[in-house]
């Protein structure tokens, strides 16, 4: 009898709490959907995008309104970083305007981790990021 009581009693409690939250989603993170399909990650002020066709790499530096920012202001250095410890290989950019553009062979990995090493100078502050990178033609 106890147990049966002790039972509807814990199983009420998890129902009442369960539906006090539901349709709240305040707290919930938002989500960015990046506006060159590639991905995006954010630092303090910045907004990085990260997109990648084959060899081809770009980066899009945005502001935290999804607008375009210029990039000669910006210090970027990226590095691919190919799985289980291969040898980094730093990947040469070239500012265009409102992104960054630069080439690496993955050499037929499925998947290498491009850090990008970036110099805000709104903040001053040195920040990296990691994107995992998946080649595709």
Same mark, same amino acid.
Not at 96 to 104: A, D, M
């Given at each position: 009898?106890?147990?049966?009581? @002790? @039972?509807? =009693?814990? *199983?009420? =409690?998890? !129902? !009442?709490?369960?539906?006090?939250?539901?349709?709240?989603?305040?707290?919930? /993170? !938002?989500? @960015?959907?990046?506006?060159?399909?590639? !991905?995006?990650?954010? *630092?303090?002020?910045?907004?990085?995008?990260? +997109?990648? $066709?084959?060899?081809? *790499?770009?980066? &899009?530096?945005?502001?935290?309104?999804?607008?375009?920012?210029? +990039?000669?202001? &910006?210090?970027?250095?990226?590095?691919?970083? /190919?799985?289980?410890?291969?040898?980094?290989?730093? +990947? $040469?950019?070239?500012?265009?305007?409102?992104?960054?553009?630069?080439? &690496?062979?993955?050499?037929?990995?499925?998947? &290498?981790?491009?850090?990008?090493?970036?110099?805000? /100078?709104?903040?001053?502050?040195?920040?990296?990021?990691?994107?995992?990178?998946?080649?595709? $033609?």
């Amino acid at each position: 009898m106890k147990k049966n009581l @002790l @039972l509807t =009693l814990m *199983l009420s =409690l998890t !129902t !009442t709490a369960a539906l006090g939250h539901e349709g709240h989603d305040h707290d919930a /993170p !938002t989500t @960015l959907e990046a506006p060159k399909g590639g !991905t995006i990650k954010a *630092l303090e002020l910045t907004l990085v995008e990260v +997109v990648s $066709k084959g060899k081809d *790499l770009k980066i &899009y530096l945005y502001d935290k309104a999804m607008k375009p920012q210029a +990039v000669a202001a &910006y210090a970027v250095k990226a590095t691919a970083q /190919p799985p289980r410890g291969k040898n980094s290989e730093e +990947v $040469k950019l070239a500012a265009k305007g409102t992104w960054f553009e630069g080439s &690496y062979d993955a050499k037929g990995l499925h998947r &290498y981790t491009l850090v990008v090493a970036i110099k805000d /100078p709104k903040t001053g502050h040195d920040d990296k990021l990691n994107f995992t990178v998946e080649p595709r $033609k």
